[in-house]
């Protein structure tokens, strides 16, 4: 989580800085409003892949945790199953 939350900064910041060297870059109105187009949009997909990347991760740790939780449930039914069966024997 904390890894994800540093790549979203470091791309933030790095679509921030992009933008203001474009800004003081010493270029015509109309040059400078397509590189700032050019470069939003570059931040823009870059910042969704890595959501992208995020939520996939996110989704195969939940399904993982899900799988063993319900592994261990049955397990646990089973034992306790095993347990019932054994003390009504010996009753």
Not at 3 to 21: C, D, E, P, Q, R
Request: charged fraction near 40%; charge should be positive.
């Amino acid at each position: 989580m904390k890894t994800n939350k540093a790549i979203l900064g470091i791309i933030a910041g790095v679509a921030v800085g992009t933008t203001l060297g474009v800004l003081f870059a010493p270029d015509k109105g109309e040059k400078t409003r397509k590189k700032i187009a050019e470069k939003t949009m570059d931040a823009k997909d870059k910042l969704k892949e890595s959501f992208d990347d995020f939520i996939e991760t996110a989704s195969e740790k939940y399904s993982s945790i899900k799988q063993e939780g319900e592994e261990l449930l049955k397990s646990k039914k089973e034992d306790l199953k095993d347990k019932i069966i054994k003390e009504t024997k010996k009753a």
